[in-house]
C-alpha cells in the first residue's frame, strides 16, 4: 500500500516527503485541505519546517490527497496513536525493538510477547510498524522492567530474529 501512495507522487520527491510525514505521524487531511491531528491543525508552514520543503508543496499534497477518492479515504481515517517510547527514559520503562528478516511472516509479535509474558514481565505497550508504511519495519515492546540477558538472547535466537536492541 505504501509503495502505491508514493507512486501517485512519484514525480515529485518533495511530495513524497509530506506523505511520508503524514503516515508516519498519523496526521490526517481534512475537508478543507487543512491537515490536522484529532480536531488540531497542524500549520502548513510547521510542516514544510519540518521537512525542508516549500509550504505550497503542503498545499499541493493535501489538494492531490482530497482529488484522489482512494487517497481521500485514506487520509481522512488515519490517526496517530501516544508512544510511551520516548516516555521510557522517563518513567523507568524499558524499550526492546526487534528487526525480523521477513516482517510478512505470522507470529511475530506473539512469540516476542509471549516469551516476555512467560517471564511475568508486564507489558506496557506494543507497537509493530506496518511493512507497507515504512521501510525496515520494526516492533517495539515497552516493559515495566528491564529483560534479563537470556531472554534477549532468547528472542534474538527466534529464526525470523535478524537483531535485537534493548
Request: charged share 30%; hydrophobic share 40%; proline share 5%.
Amino acid at each position: 500500500m505504501f509503495d502505491e501512495i508514493m507512486e501517485k507522487f512519484e514525480g515529485s520527491p518533495s511530495q513524497q516527503e509530506v506523505i511520508r510525514l503524514l503516515l508516519e505521524r498519523g496526521f490526517s487531511v481534512n475537508d478543507e485541505g487543512r491537515v490536522v491531528s484529532g480536531g488540531i491543525e497542524i500549520p502548513n508552514t510547521g510542516i514544510a519546517r519540518e521537512i525542508g520543503v516549500d509550504r505550497r508543496v503542503v498545499d499541493s499534497t493535501t489538494d492531490a490527497i482530497l482529488e484522489d477518492p482512494e487517497l481521500r479515504r485514506i487520509f481522512q481515517n488515519i490517526t496517530a496513536i501516544p508512544s510511551l517510547m520516548d516516555l521510557a527514559p522517563v518513567l523507568d520503562l524499558s524499550v526492546l525493538t526487534v528487526w525480523v528478516d521477513d516482517e510478512t511472516e505470522s507470529g511475530i509479535v506473539a512469540d516476542v510477547t509471549t516469551a516476555i509474558a512467560d517471564r511475568d514481565i508486564s507489558i506496557r505497550q506494543v507497537i509493530s510498524e506496518d511493512p507497507e508504511f515504512v521501510d525496515d519495519a520494526k516492533l517495539y515492546v515497552i516493559t515495566d522492567a528491564t529483560l534479563p540477558g537470556d531472554l534477549l538472547v532468547e528472542i534474538r535466537e527466534l529464526p525470523y530474529v535478524r537483531r535485537v536492541e534493548f
